[in-house]
């Protein structure tokens, strides 16, 4: 099979266009990162008689923010036929300083002068940007330098891909299910369908934007003036602007998260800060929503934080914090927040959310050098595993200023999400816009869908318990639903199976779009390995091999937009039993060293009993009564939950008992 070797630019006939640069923003050593995104129009553009009918322009668009020495980006876009072969390669190098680059490549349609076969076919890139070279790249080994450059540069490497219909690819073959209901508030009109039929499933639908920025951080930019980022508190809106926004655009719910660094008024450190004001700020944003809520029923405003920083660092969502995490001290050494978090310990902020109950979401992550424990990326924790809910999969351009929904430029973050899931994060997907300019949920059609009980009412307790639930859906259609079952489990479950497992995508649009492509995928949590394409099918039955696993549905409707199912979490036993033990934990003592104790029973047996003290494995006993001494115990307050495990493997979980111990 030919593969097609362009080289650099001025030798393809592509065009390199210059952007707007980040305006407003001071540079800083956090905000430096190379960003790269793709656009690969989905179906053919218009052509004129007799030109190929399936021609097409692909989008490469290069940024490094506040970057201070020139960078070489270089770039491989491979387009792949729909068994994953590639069938033609574009290679290039981009010299990248201070101001955005974007190269456009256009494909008539052919390769080697014949026409493809019809089907879904992926155009895949990579890039990464390392210290500009003096001189050139002898011409002929350009193409060798790139691909070595690419296998060698992990750090900094991204990978973006999107698939392409090429010819009639039909449509695939989708199970019945009808649409649950959708939400709506403050009377606005119904989105999509009423209350859920047969072959439904018993949840509203309520669709959200989960990242957003106003002028309390580096957001609220007007329309007609943002061209990047604000600078910290100098933008024109605030957060109950940004919920008014969203609601009359049709949200059910909206968060603004706040970069939790720029309470200071300041994108890096400002020691005259004052600590009352920057407190004073947060608590600001928190009453704006309590009090949108209370005058809109049936929207949620949600205010919370956006932590971390992007160079070396990585940043993460918190929902429900009410109180303010900072690092950043000022002069003479006071705290600027509430709560003081060391910059980068991704551990300890683990800790401290999983202790407090707060919510977290993986922001625009990164496959490597972001969210480091022990120096691993996604290293994975137990408290980091309860707290973090969600991955972002898809975000619209954080910068745009479009307001109908057809913002073209996105990002997905496919390959960082798997890579939590195999590190062992239970994380399903969410889709947002990270908007830093006015236009709240309005650039793309993209959305997070988060399934509530019908008869629930929205509120931040129903929707936080969805995110703990990881009851949500990511699509790039605020029209369409997706979600995925495993023998009469709801995505998000963690079961345990034996004999066969049916999973099944069930889909549903209100505008009439059918899928063109139903994919689901399966990988093992803690192996961190490789996510992989279980079947090409909707529905799919199975018999899994015994131990962990995890399963998503991805789906590509007829339109090119793409929706994610979260995953369920499936413990396949090899043996008939499947039911796990019923286990309860007790306490006594109230100073120094206590004693906990566990009632566990089981239909076969219980094997041995776990006591986990603030999340931390502290004793067994595999003899009845399960008993075990603990201490000393610091004083405070304390969680303490039991495991009770079968010989089939099962694992019953106790409640969290709270108690305190006293000095």
């Keep these: 099979m030919h593969i097609a070797r362009n080289t650099l630019g001025h030798r393809l006939g592509f065009v390199l266009a210059c952007c707007v640069s980040h305006a407003g923003l001071a540079s800083e050593a956090d905000h430096r990162e190379f960003e790269a995104m793709l656009h690969v129009p989905y179906k053919a553009e218009s052509t004129s008689a007799g030109a190929p009918q399936q021609a097409r322009t692909i989008t490469l668009a290069f940024d490094y923010p506040f970057v201070e020495t020139a960078r070489d980006v270089s770039w491989r876009v491979e387009l792949l036929s729909p068994a994953g072969q590639p069938v033609q390669r574009w290679r290039g190098v981009e010299r990248l300083f201070r ?66 219909s090429v010819g009639a690819t039909g449509t695939a073959r989708m199970p019945a299910f009808n649409a649950m209901a959708y939400g709506t508030a403050d009377g606005r009109p119904a989105l999509a369908l009423a209350a859920p039929a047969p072959a439904s499933l018993p949840y509203t639908v309520y669709l959200g934007n989960l990242h957003s920025q106003t002028n309390h951080s580096d957001g609220g930019g007007a329309i ?4 990047g980022a604000q600078g910290p508190q100098s933008g024109a809106f605030g957060p109950s602007d940004a919920y008014r926004y969203a609601l009359e655009r049709g949200l059910d719910l909206l968060v603004a998260s706040e970069h939790n660094h720029m309470f200071d008024g300041s994108s890096g450190a400002n020691g005259q800060a004052s600590p009352a004001a920057a407190k004073a700020l947060y608590q600001s944003g928190l009453t704006a929503a309590s009090d949108f809520n209370a005058a809109h029923p049936g929207f949620l ?16 969502n918190i929902f429900n914090t009410p109180e303010l995490l900072e690092w950043e001290i000022t002069s003479d050494g006071q705290p600027i927040g509430d709560i003081h978090t060391a910059k980068g310990d991704y551990a300890a902020l683990y800790t401290l959310m999983r202790q407090r109950g707060w919510v977290g979401q993986f922001n625009h992550p990164a496959l490597s050098g972001q969210f480091l424990v022990n120096n691993v990326p996604f290293g994975y924790t137990s ?28 990002s997905t973050y496919a390959g960082a999400c798997n890579k939590a899931l195999e590190a062992g994060f239970h994380i399903a997907f969410s889709s947002n816009q990270d908007n830093h300019c006015a236009n709240w949920g309005a650039s793309y059609s993209n959305r997070t869908g988060v399934l ?14 969805a995110l703990r639930a990881r009851r949500v859906f990511a699509s790039m259609d605020k029209n369409s639903q997706l979600v995925l079952t495993a023998n009469g489990h709801i995505m998000g479950e963690r079961f ?14 209100s505008t009439g779009m059918t899928v063109s492509s139903a994919v689901i995928f399966e990988g093992v949590p803690g192996r961190n390995g490789s ?15 015994p131990g962990e696993h995890f399963y998503y549905a991805r789906l590509t409707q007829n339109d090119g937009k793409i929706l994610w199912s979260a995953p369920v979490w499936v413990t396949q036993s090899d043996s008939g039993d499947i039911m796990a033990p019923l286990v309860t934990a007790a306490q006594s003592g109230a100073r120094g060293g206590i004693t906990v104790s566990a009632d566990a029973s089981d239909n076969v047996g219980v094997t041995v009993v776990e006591f986990y003290l603030d999340g931390q494995f502290k004793a067994s006993s595999n003899v009845p009564p399960y008993t075990a001494r603990l201490g000393p115990v610091a004083p405070g307050q304390h969680t303490l939950v039991t495991k009770a495990y079968d010989a089939a493997g099962n694992v019953g979980v106790s409640r969290a008992l709270a108690f305190t111990v006293g000095n």
């Design 99 to 164: 101001e955005p680059v974007k190269v456009r490549l256009h494909w008539d349609g052919r390769v080697d002068g014949a026409e493809l076969p019809d089907g879904i076919y992926q155009v895949r890139m990579q890039a990464l940007a390392s210290p500009a070279a003096p001189g050139t790249l002898p011409a002929g080994m350009l193409d060798e330098a790139i691909d070595n450059t690419l296998a060698a540069g992990a750090g900094e490497l991204i990978e973006q891909s999107w698939e392409m």
């Design 224 to 227: 007609a003036s943002c061209a």
């Design 301 to 316: 405003a949600v205010y919370g934080l956006e932590w971390g920083v992007i160079s070396n660092g990585g940043h993460l």
């Design 383 to 410: 408290d980091g595993d309860q707290a973090m809910a969600l991955c972002e999969v898809l975000n619209s351009s954080a910068f745009s200023t479009n307001t109908s929904e057809t913002e073209t430029g996105r």
């Design 452 to 465: 509530i009980p019908n008869g629930v009412p929205l509120s931040a307790t129903s929707f936080l318990d």
């Design 496 to 509: 345990t199976n034996s004999g066969t497992l049916n999973l099944t995508a069930n889909f549903a649009s």
């Design 531 to 545: 996510v992989s394409q279980l079947a090409a099918t909707a529905n799919t039955t199975i018999t899994p091999a």
